[in-house]
C-alpha cells in the first residue's frame, strides 16, 4: 500500500480503521519475524525414538523431505529404519537406527546418492550419533565444497557407538552428510558463537539462547564475563574466570 492508497483508505474509514489496520499489520510483521527464527533455530532429528516422523519401515529408492531433512536415495536404496539399540557415551539412548543400506555416491565433498542435506542460519556445530556393523565405516559432514570433518568407526557393533561433533563457520548454507554403509541414531544442528583468541564470529558473542564456543584464550577480566546457552572449550581453547 502507498502514501496515496494509505491517505484514501483513511479518509474513507477513519482513525478507528487505521487502529484495526496497524494491529494486522503488526500481528503480521510478529509472525513473520517469528517464521523466520522458527527457520533460523536448531534442528535435532532423533531417528532413534521419533516414531512420528521415523517409523519403523523399509529402505525407498525415492528421495524425500522429513521433518525439514532430505534424504536422497538418488534411485538406490536408502534409509530404512529398524530396530537396533544403542546407548552413546553423553547418555543417549536409541532402540532403532536409520540405516543408510550402502555406500554414498559423491565427489569433490559433493554427494549425488545416498546423502542428507539440511539449511543452516550460519555458523553452527552439527553432531551425529553413529554405528555400524565393521571396523572402517567413515560418516563425512561437508558444505558441498569443503570437508568440514569425519569419524571412522574402530570398533564393530555396540561398541563402535560414536559422536562426530564438527563446526560450521560461514553464511547461510546448506550442509550435507554422507558416508559407507553405516547406522544413525541422531542428527543435530544448533548455531554457535566461536572466540577465536581476538573476537567472536557473530562480533557480540553468545547469549542466553545461542551457543558459546572458545577456541583460543579467554580471559574475563580482559574480555568480559559470558553468558551462553551453552559454552565448551575446544582443543587450543582456554577460559580463565577472574
Known amino acids: 500500500m502507498n502514501k496515496t492508497t494509505l491517505k484514501l483508505f483513511l479518509t474513507k474509514f477513519g482513525r478507528a480503521k487505521n487502529f484495526k489496520f496497524k494491529k494486522q499489520l ?3 510483521f510478529v509472525t513473520a519475524v517469528f517464521s523466520i527464527n522458527s527457520v533460523n533455530a536448531q534442528h535435532v532429528w532423533d531417528f532413534g525414538n521419533d516414531a512420528t516422523n521415523w517409523p519403523i519401515a523399509a ?10 531433512l532430505n534424504v536422497i536415495a538418488g534411485g538406490s ?29 559423491y565427489a569433490s565433498n559433493l554427494p549425488t546418492k545416498r546423502f542428507l542435506s539440511f539449511p543452516v ?16 565405516r567413515s560418516v563425512y559432514v561437508s558444505d ?4 568440514l570433518g569425519s569419524a571412522t568407526t574402530t570398533a564393530t557393533n555396540a ?9 560450521y563457520i560461514g553464511a ?4 550435507y552428510i554422507y558416508s559407507d554403509s553405516v547406522w544413525i541414531y541422531k542428527l543435530a544442528w544448533a548455531p554457535v558463537t566461536i572466540w577465536n583468541g581476538t573476537s567472536w564470529t557473530n562480533t557480540v558473542g553468545p547469549d542466553a539462547t545461542l551457543d558459546g564456543r572458545i577456541a583460543g584464550v579467554y580471559s574475563t577480566s580482559t574480555h568480559g564475563t559470558i553468558t551462553a546457552k551453552n559454552l565448551t572449550i575446544a582443543t587450543g581453547g582456554s577460559l580463565t574466570v577472574n
Open 26 to 28: 503488526a500481528l503480521f
Open 59 to 68: 529402505a525407498v529408492t525415492t528421495d524425500r523431505i522429513v521433518d525439514g
Open 77 to 105: 536404496s536408502y534409509g530404512a529404519v529398524t530396530n537396533n539399540p544403542m546407548t552413546f557415551s553423553d547418555g543417549f539412548v536409541a532402540p532403532n537406527r536409520f540405516n543408510t543400506g550402502g555406500n554414498s555416491t
Open 121 to 136: 542460519s550460519g555458523t553452527c556445530t552439527v553432531k551425529i550419533w553413529l554405528a555400524a556393523t565393521a571396523i572402517g
Open 144 to 147: 558441498g565444497t569443503t570437508l
Open 159 to 167: 561398541a563402535s557407538a560414536t559422536i562426530l561433533t564438527v563446526t
Open 172 to 175: 547461510p548454507k546448506t550442509l
